[in-house]
């Protein structure tokens, strides 16, 4: 479903872009204005992220997110709301992002049922490893849900082959070690490692971790087909409020 999607995007534009939000942050009533703002600037995709008390992927901008989500009264049960009227208000598709342990504590076949029946496409669990998620994997594909595996630049190629043999819709590319919101160097050794995880599979790449002006978007265009921003929409937000969100995405394109 999502590989499809975003093949028939990229015949319109050279590189599609994808945001993210912690749902519940800094409410769920600014959640869907941030969510209606991103559509409306022309994001193609979306990660929902449901907060969790140790992100551990996740660098200090969306940890923050996350601990003042959950402080605020954000729960599964709120965020699958939230996420299914989000995925009947806007026509793009929508992923959650979350760690493995809401999955296992909601139970990983339940949690993906609520998915399918709450129109999300896919997920990423960025703590979850492809060789433990047989049950995750399975379970989507039971319901033609996307499962989104990750490559990290420490990834050797042969694994890279092996977890995409487990994955749809596309690859997320972590574009250097650590967690989210760091600066990330957009040169040469980041260009060997994209042309290597093309090589590694036929699906779409995504580019996370670091993304966060127009200048970065353009170096990853012709070496990835979807810029992943997070972390710069959350300080923009924190700084300017939810309203500076929309002019921000347009400078991206």
């Given at each position: 479903?999502?590989?499809?999607?975003?093949?028939?995007?990229?015949?319109?534009?050279?590189?599609?872009?994808?945001t993210?939000?912690?749902?519940?942050?800094?409410?769920?009533?600014?959640?869907?204005?941030i969510?209606?703002a991103m559509?409306?600037?022309?994001?193609?995709?979306m990660e929902?992220?449901?907060?969790f008390?140790?992100?551990?992927?996740?660098?200090?901008?969306i940890?923050?997110a996350?601990?003042?989500?959950?402080?605020?009264?954000?729960?599964?049960?709120k965020?699958?709301?939230?996420?299914?009227?989000?995925?009947?208000r806007f026509d793009?598709p929508f992923?959650?992002?979350?760690?493995y342990?809401?999955?296992?504590?909601?139970?990983v076949?339940r949690?993906?049922d609520?998915?399918?029946?709450?129109?999300?496409?896919?997920?990423?669990?960025p703590?979850?490893?492809?060789e433990?998620?047989g049950?995750?994997?399975?379970?989507?594909?039971?319901?033609?849900?996307?499962?989104?595996?990750?490559?990290?630049?420490?990834?050797?190629l042969?694994?890279?082959?092996?977890?995409?043999?487990?994955?749809?819709?596309?690859?997320?590319?972590?574009a250097r070690?650590?967690?989210?919101?760091a600066?990330?160097?957009?040169?040469?050794?980041?260009?060997?490692?994209?042309?290597r995880?093309?090589?590694?599979?036929?699906?779409?790449?995504?580019?996370?971790?670091?993304?966060?002006s127009?200048?970065?978007?353009d170096?990853?265009?012709?070496?990835?087909?979807?810029?992943?921003?997070?972390?710069e929409?959350?300080?923009?937000?924190d700084?300017?409020?939810?309203?500076?969100?929309?002019?921000?995405?347009?400078?991206?394109?």
């Amino acid at each position: 479903m999502l590989e499809g999607y975003i093949h028939d995007q990229l015949k319109q534009r050279d590189i599609l872009l994808m945001t993210h939000i912690v749902m519940g942050y800094p409410s769920f009533e600014a959640s869907l204005e941030i969510v209606a703002a991103m559509v409306d600037a022309g994001v193609d995709l979306m990660e929902l992220q449901i907060p969790f008390s140790e992100p551990i992927a996740d660098g200090p901008v969306i940890l923050a997110a996350n601990q003042r989500a959950l402080e605020r009264g954000a729960t599964v049960a709120k965020c699958i709301d939230f996420a299914r009227d989000a995925a009947a208000r806007f026509d793009i598709p929508f992923l959650f992002m979350s760690y493995y342990n809401i999955l296992y504590r909601y139970g990983v076949a339940r949690f993906v049922d609520m998915m399918a029946d709450s129109r999300i496409q896919g997920a990423i669990v960025p703590d979850l490893p492809p060789e433990e998620g047989g049950d995750y994997i399975a379970a989507m594909a039971g319901r033609n849900l996307d499962p989104i595996h990750i490559y990290a630049p420490t990834t050797p190629l042969e694994r890279m082959k092996r977890i995409a043999d487990v994955s749809r819709g596309f690859i997320y590319c972590v574009a250097r070690k650590g967690v989210t919101g760091a600066e990330t160097d957009f040169s040469t050794d980041l260009e060997y490692y994209l042309a290597r995880c093309r090589q590694a599979t036929q699906l779409p790449l995504a580019v996370g971790f670091g993304v966060k002006s127009r200048a970065d978007i353009d170096f990853l265009r012709g070496k990835a087909d979807i810029a992943v921003v997070g972390s710069e929409t959350i300080r923009l937000m924190d700084r300017e409020g939810t309203g500076a969100v929309a002019a921000f995405i347009r400078t991206l394109r």
